[in-house]
């Protein structure tokens, strides 16, 4: 289980309110809103440095790019053929794994706060604008707080595995080194 899976039980034991939205959850869900979209920027900072490690890393060693070529597997011994194997392994993992955070998602969950559907949910807005419906926009916020939620959920396990790849990297390159 990881620590995005966890619910907060005494939340769920609540009973919910009716009636008019209020501010303060007006002003709530949008914190939230910021809040999930700072973490998904942040989730692509880290995949960026990652993939840079990564990419200088190999660039720059000769033991990391030693790894994909055919004589090291044919000349060496047993455990620099192994190491060497999990080296190439791990690095690319780790820069594939950092790639797929940054790549677009799909959702098929949309609100107006998107601009890929803003043409869609635009004659629904000025509908509940002309209502002066506030329960729309607590219902928009909300609902894009799920769609964002979702996106920071999928990009961080990618990061996750990102981050993993390149310690076991590190490891791999240092037990390289020492071996050879």
Excluded: C
Aim: overall charge negative.
């Amino acid at each position: 289980m990881s620590d995005f899976d966890s619910a907060p039980t005494e939340m769920l034991e609540m009973p919910m309110a009716t009636g008019v939205v209020t501010e303060e959850y007006i002003n709530h869900i949008r914190k939230v809103n910021d809040v999930f979209y700072d973490q998904i920027k942040i989730s692509d900072q880290k995949a960026a440095y990652i993939f840079t490690f990564m990419l200088a890393f190999l660039i720059s060693s000769a033991e990391g790019r030693g790894v994909f070529t055919f004589a090291r597997y044919t000349e060496g011994s047993w455990l620099v053929v192994i190491v060497s194997g999990a080296l190439a392994i791990t690095s690319v993992s780790s820069i594939i794994s950092a790639i797929m955070v940054v790549l677009p998602r799909h959702i098929d969950k949309s609100t107006s706060l998107f601009w890929g559907t803003w043409p869609q949910h635009r004659p629904i807005f000025e509908q509940a604008a002309q209502h002066s419906d506030v329960s729309y926009l607590f219902n928009q916020y909300l609902d894009n707080a799920d769609v964002l939620s979702l996106i920071a959920r999928q990009k961080y396990r990618f990061v996750a595995y990102a981050f993993r790849g390149l310690v076991f990297t590190v490891l791999a390159y240092v037990i390289l080194l020492l071996a050879t």
